[in-house]
Each structure stands twice: as C-alpha cells, then as structure tokens.
C-alpha cells in the first residue's frame, strides 16, 4: 500500500547512536519524559511541512483574508499565554470537513466547515487551545519518537482530505506531514489538550465554559452521524460524553474571572462574509458527491450555481475543469484550470489537472511545466506517473525511471502501473537485481534454479554459466522465454568428478518484461 517513510527510521537510529536524547521536563505537564527530538528539529519539521500539508488538507481558504487574519489574532492571543513559546502560526483551510490540525513547532490549522459550525469566539479559542497544546506539549514529536507513524502510515493517507482525487496519491518527504496532521493522538493526550486548552482560554480570558459546549456540539452532530463529521474531525477527535464530563470538571476546577467573554457578537461579524455565501460551499459539496456518482452533468450545474454564488472562488472552477477532464473534454478542462489559477496560483490541483489535458492534448512542453510546479506544491504518483510518460515520449529513460520510481510507492492501480513502467525500464539494465540464479547439478550436469523476485512474468532471460574445467574456462549461454515465480535450467555440461561449485559463475545477461 503505502511505504514507511524512509527519512525517519534513520534519523530516529542516528539521535540514538549519536546521544543525542535524554530526559527532558514537558514544557505543559512538568513531566519528565524522554526527548530525543529536540526543539529546533521539531520546529524545522513543522515548517518543512505546513505548506505541503495545507496543499494536501484543501489548500488555503483565500476569497476572505479577514477571516484568516481574525483566526491568527484569537490563536496569537492564546499562544501568547501558552507554556511554550513557538513560532506559532494559524491558517484556514479551505475545506468543508469540520476538523483542525497541529503539526510540530506550532504549525496550527482550521478548516472552513469547522469554523462554520461554531457559535463563539470562546468556541475557537477551545479549538485553538487545544491544538496548541498538542504542538506546546510535543504530542506530534513523541509520537514520532514511539514511531507510531510508521504505522500510521496507511491509516493517514486514507483519511487525506475527502475532497481531492489525488490526495490518496502523496508521495516523497510530504508523507510525513499528511501522517502528521491526520494522526490520532489517543484518550490521554486529548484530554491533556482539552484540560491546557482550558486552562489557556481562561489565561487569554475567555470563558472556558465555551469548551464543553463545543464538545457538546460534536457528541450531538456525531449522534446525528453527518456525513463529512464522521470523516473529518471525529476521526482524529473522536467526540465523547467523557470529553464533555471531563471538561466541565476542569472548568468547574477553575477560579472563574469576571472579565472573561465569549466574543459571540465579535465572532458573527468575522463570520459574516462566510456565512452570507456559505450555499455556494453545499453546492460545490454537492458536486462532489455527484462527480463521485459520476453524474457529471448534475455535478456541472452545482458548479455553476456555486460561481453564480461565490465568482471569487477559484475552488469552483478548478472541480469544473476536473469534470470535464473526466468527461475527456480537455480544451474545455484547460480553460476552466485557467480561470482558477487566475484566482489562486498556490493550489497543486488546478496545475495537476491543467498539466494532466494539456498532455491529453499534445502540449507536452506545457504539460510538463504544469506537472513540475504541481509537485513543487505537493508531490503526487499523478504527477510523478505522467511526467515519466512525457519522459519515455522523449526518449529518456533515466528521467522517465525516476520519476516511475518515485510514483511506484504509491497505493492502488497507479502504484502497480508506475512499478510496472519502472521494471520495464530497470529490468533489462539490471536483470541479476530481479533474478536469481542458483547452481545446482542434476543427472551429472551442470544446471540451476532461476528465481523471479519481480512478482510479474519475466521473458527472454539469458543465463551464462562459467566454469572451471581442466583449467580451462568454458562458457554457455542459456535461454528461457518465460520465466513465471521459478524455473530450471541445464546448461547441458556435464561435470567432471573432481568438480566444486567453487569453480562456477551464473551471470544473469538479460531479460525483459
Ligand atoms: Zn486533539
């Protein structure tokens, strides 16, 4: 399915071997525990991936930049009574699914849909606190540190954002981040955000209460089981009445101030704009599920009904130009992806399905410039794939290999399609790294198993046998036409008595696919 990321495994053996780890006091619990990541990694790591894993999580929600503003300002008023001091930074995501997500360093984000389904500022300050507590109490970094994301791996990338065809596909280092963001913490370490959380609301002063009746919401819209909720937040925070009792028995702990505040009125003025064209968000929901359904044409009127809305969001014609590439329309899909990359230039989707009709429709310079700058946002097998066939249309085949190689890691049909690309390539140039031969005798000849480690049928191998014999090399070549998972070959050389195994050398010369 999905390969471990190969940059931790190491990096985790080196900080040991090195003695690089220890104790350490967690900054929010005072709790001495063991740190071998240390904070100027954790930070680097959230920076190298807060961009790749914003592209990943629906990319940035830019039609109201008053709205990200405000959501920095409440995040900056609670990191700045928070029990460590990172460079903290808060985006929204543009997004339906109503979830949240901290990576190290104190990179935090929100997306749309939850913003949409709170009542308060006090309500944010609790989504807010909590994710700044995962990121202050190092939750990610100890995770990696147990290296339960290697085993996260495939759990991560099937609950990548709902609403991309590619994301399922992430490829290279921005794995990391897509396991990072879409991880589940457990029980205690979200209790442990809650309590902080609280703590920090009251310290920013808002009123804490805020915090159990938004875990009231969830356990209510989670109840109703809405679509999306299920998917979204409640997978990485599932809802429950214990998180409901457990806050009210912190808040209740509190010594509550008199100037606390909910910022309700402060809250619907920010959320007005969103509110005011939030139907044109249903609709392009909408179209999503028809798109799934394959109703292409229903999906298209969602679409256009969702522009007629919200003409700002580039959001809405970049889908309408994935409906049209699906619907093998690619003039049309192009001029779509142009009308949304006028809008946003920062969204891998739109360049990813311009680069995918513009190789559809023979511009392959084009297509390949689109194609480097979508991976450039955020690396995908998609991309990968069609640039190494670009590759081979050219005639070269290094490029093309690398490029299938670094797609064949990915899961499903693309995967298997790219490995096999890849082997088509490597193979005949590296035959001995896929067969095996083993020298053996049988009825006083000199023979040998061949065994196909590729996992596909492999044609045309050539074998040569070289032995000792009197002295004297002598040679034969061997060929087989298939060669399926084993298969014995005879090199018709009779050995002498005094013969060893010592004295003989298979080399594999070639084979293909
Ligand atoms: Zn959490």
Redesign the pocket.
């Known amino acids: 399915m999905v390969t471990t990321p190969v940059i931790l495994k190491p990096l985790v053996l080196l900080w040991v071997l090195l003695g690089v780890w220890g104790c350490a006091t967690n900054p929010v619990t005072g709790k001495s525990e063991l740190s071998f990541i240390s904070e100027s990694t954790e930070i680097s790591i959230g920076e190298q991936q807060y961009l790749t894993s914003q592209q990943s999580q629906g990319g940035k929600y830019l039609v109201d930049q008053n709205l990200n503003d405000y959501v920095s300002e409440v995040g900056n008023r609670l990191a700045a009574v928070s029990d460590r001091a990172l460079p903290y930074e808060f985006v929204v995501l543009n997004e339906s699914t109503p979830n949240a997500w901290a990576l190290p360093g104190g990179k935090i984000a929100v997306n749309r849909g939850l913003l949409l389904a709170l009542n308060n500022e006090a309500e944010l300050a609790a989504v807010l606190g909590?994710?700044i507590v995962?990121s202050a109490a190092r939750h990610g970094a100890q995770a990696m540190q147990r290296g339960t994301l290697l085993q996260g791996a495939i759990l991560a990338t099937s609950i990548a954002a709902k609403d991309s065809e590619f994301s399922n596909y992430i490829v290279g280092a921005a794995e990391l981040g897509s396991q990072l963001v879409s991880l589940r913490?457990g029980r205690e370490?979200?209790l442990e955000?809650d309590a902080h959380g609280i703590k920090y609301m009251l310290r920013a002063g808002y009123d804490p209460h805020a915090a159990i009746t938004l875990q009231e919401t969830f356990v209510a819209m989670s109840d109703a089981k809405k679509t999306g909720w299920l998917e979204g937040l409640f997978s990485?925070?599932p809802p429950s009445v214990e998180r409901v009792n457990a806050n009210r028995q912190s808040v209740s702990a509190l010594e509550i101030r008199h100037d606390i505040e909910t910022g309700q009125q402060r809250y619907a003025q920010h959320l007005a704009y969103l509110r005011s064209v939030e139907s044109a968000y249903v609709s392009y929901d909408r179209a999503q599920f028809l798109i799934e359904e394959q109703e292409f044409a229903s999906a298209l009127k969602a679409l256009q009904h969702a522009q007629d809305i919200e003409p700002k969001e580039a959001r809405f014609y970049g889908t309408m130009g994935d409906v049209y590439r699906l619907q093998l329309q690619h003039r049309k899909a192009k001029t779509a992806y142009d009308q949304a990359l006028a809008l946003d230039e920062n969204f891998y989707e739109y360049y990813l399905g311009r680069g995918l009709s513009n190789a559809k429709l023979g511009n392959a310079a084009a297509a390949k410039s689109d194609l480097s700058k979508s991976n450039e946002l955020l690396p995908t097998a998609v991309a990968m794939s069609e640039l190494g066939t670009l590759a081979l249309t050219e005639r070269k085949k290094g490029v093309a290999k690398q490029y299938f190689k670094a797609a064949m890691n990915a899961g499903g049909d693309l995967g298997r399609k790219a490995r096999f690309e890849y082997l088509k390539l490597d193979l005949p140039e590296n035959p001995s790294n896929y067969i095996l031969a083993q020298a053996k005798i049988s009825n006083g000849h000199l023979g040998a198993n061949l065994i196909n480690k590729s996992g596909l049928t492999i044609a045309q191998v050539s074998v040569r046998f070289t032995a000792l014999s009197n002295g004297k090399l002598v040679s034969r070549t061997v060929k087989i036409n298939q060669l399926q998972r084993s298969a014995s070959v005879n090199s018709g050389w009779q050995v002498p008595d005094n013969f060893s195994f010592e004295d003989v050398s298979l080399t594999v010369l070639s084979a293909r696919l």
């Open positions: 909590h994710e995962h913490y370490k979200e955000s990485s925070h």
